[in-house]
T-cell receptor
Framework: ETGVTQTPRHLVMGMTNKKSLKCEQHLGHNAMYWYKQSAKKPLELMFV???????ENNSVPSRFSPECPNSSHLFLHLHTLQPEDSALYLC????????????????FGPGTRLLVL | KNEVEQSPQNLTAQEGEFITINCSYSVGISALHWLQQHPGGGIVSLFM???GKKKHGRLIATINIQEKHSSLHITASHPRDSAVYIC???????????FGEGTQLTVNP
């Protein structure tokens, strides 16, 4: 148990559906991240939120829409996804200094395994 | 070519064996992380290194900044060590982590 929870753990959706992934951290951290892990590929950073502000969008398609209402919660809203978006989506958090989240250890959630049909 | 390369990609060992997983990188870094991912998907941070060596239980991580290389060693391996081990670097130019593809370790009883 890392202190980062994600729901749902598994999700199957059609290409016309709208769904949301939720992440919650109980560690008092101020930075949160969304990562995508596709089969046989390295982890890819999608979004970073620092003190609730989005500080990084790694050229992610607009069909993925993040939301960070407070420093403990992070959402990833999904709409009109494609089958190639099927992957494991991991949330992480860290305690970042004012200069950024440079060297802090990130704590990962268990991930949401997404299948788009 | 990836900026972070791990070897081997797959490793099978017998219980009790000494295991080494290697990570090489081609960029300037300020820190290197070793992560462990279990079959369910959750990732646990094992070590963060910027120099030298760290030890935690049966796990040892070393880094050679000049050679741009890090190793993760597992002594007296156990089937519960079976997981994917991921190397990630924090580049000096920028603030994101760059990940290797991971090494799938299977330890047989």
């Amino acid at each position: 148990e890392t202190g980062v929870t994600q729901t749902p753990r598994h999700l199957v959706m059609g290409m016309t559906n709208k769904k949301s992934l939720k992440c919650e951290q109980h560690l008092g951290h101020n930075a949160m991240y969304w990562y995508k892990q596709s089969a046989k590929k390295p982890l890819e950073l999608m979004f970073v939120y620092n003190f609730k502000e989005q500080t990084e969008n790694n050229s992610v398609p607009s069909r993925f829409s993040p939301e960070c209402p407070n420093s403990s919660h992070l959402f990833l809203h999904l709409h009109t996804l494609q089958p190639e978006d099927s992957a494991l989506y991991l949330c992480a958090s860290s305690q970042a200094g004012l200069a950024g989240y440079t060297q802090e250890t990130q704590y990962f959630g268990p991930g949401t395994r997404l299948l788009v049909l | 070519k990836n900026e972070v390369e791990q070897s081997p990609q797959n490793l099978t060992a017998q219980e009790g064996e000494f295991i080494t997983i290697n990570c090489s990188y081609s960029v300037g870094i300020s820190a290197l992380h070793w992560l462990q991912q279990h079959p369910g998907g959750g990732i646990v941070s094992l070590f963060m290194l910027s120099s030298g060596k760290k030890k935690h239980g049966r796990l040892i991580a070393t880094i050679n900044i000049q050679e741009k290389h890090s190793s993760l060693h597992i002594t007296a391996s156990h089937p519960r060590d079976s997981a994917v081990y991921i190397c990630a670097v924090k580049q000096t130019s920028g603030s994101r982590l760059t990940f290797g593809e991971g090494t799938q370790l299977t330890v047989n009883p």
